[in-house]
């Protein structure tokens, strides 16, 4: 007798829905109304699980974030902690691809939340996807800390700075580039990740 395969409850349906959209559109506007349809449930049952539109998204976002990434970088200890997270953030950086596909990427950012005041739905899911990225990279920090690779402190404000170098990057990516490109882009990463190595740059004295 063969095991019959258990089908995803309503809660599981509404989550599956809401990534799958998310996977194949990182703007996509997670509306109740949006999510529900895609799930194929009644905005009521939806409500029952989550009832607020943030409540859903930061599920959602939540979800992904315990989602490891294939051959995580961080855990290569036959690389040095700069080439694992090097490597690590080259890895992010490739999830907005180059040429037409970065300017897809930077079109779809710009329709969704440059172009018009973003409702606070759309405001939510941006903030929530940009926590998804930072916290990627506060693990991968926490991770060379605790092994005593990195010094320890200022996780969020590294992490921060990081992102803020990849979203250049990222900007660079859909504009029109010479043959250079790829190797500038390592040049900046490596710089970006030998400043964090280092250690947060020590305020002035009163004496100095």
């Not at 899911?125 to 926590?131: K, N, S």
């Not at 803020?164 to 250079?180: H, I, K, Q, S, Y």
């Amino acid at each position: 007798m063969s095991a019959r395969t258990e089908e995803p409850g309503t809660r599981d349906k509404i989550l599956i829905a809401a990534a799958t959209m998310l996977g194949e559109n990182p703007t996509a506007r997670l509306s109740v109304r949006a999510v529900a349809a895609r799930a194929q449930v009644s905005t009521g049952s939806l409500r029952h699980f989550f009832p607020t539109q943030r409540a859903l998204i930061d599920t959602v976002i939540a979800g992904l974030y315990e989602v490891d990434i294939p051959d995580d970088p961080i855990d290569d200890r036959t690389r040095t902690p700069s080439g694992r997270l090097l490597a690590g953030m080259q890895l992010l950086l490739a999830q907005v691809g180059a040429g037409d596909s970065a300017r897809q990427h930077w079109a779809a950012l710009y329709d969704a939340y440059i172009a018009s005041p973003p409702t606070d739905d759309e405001a939510a899911t941006y903030f929530a996807l940009e926590r998804l990225g930072r916290q990627r990279v506060e693990r991968w920090l926490a991770a060379l800390a605790e092994e005593g690779a990195i010094p320890a402190g200022d996780i969020a404000q590294r992490a921060r700075f990081l992102m803020t170098v990849l979203n250049g990057l990222m900007t660079e990516r859909a504009l029109p580039a010479d043959a250079l490109q790829v190797q500038t882009e390592t040049e900046t990463l490596r710089l970006a990740v030998h400043a964090v190595i280092s250690g947060p740059v020590q305020e002035p004295g009163p004496d100095t």
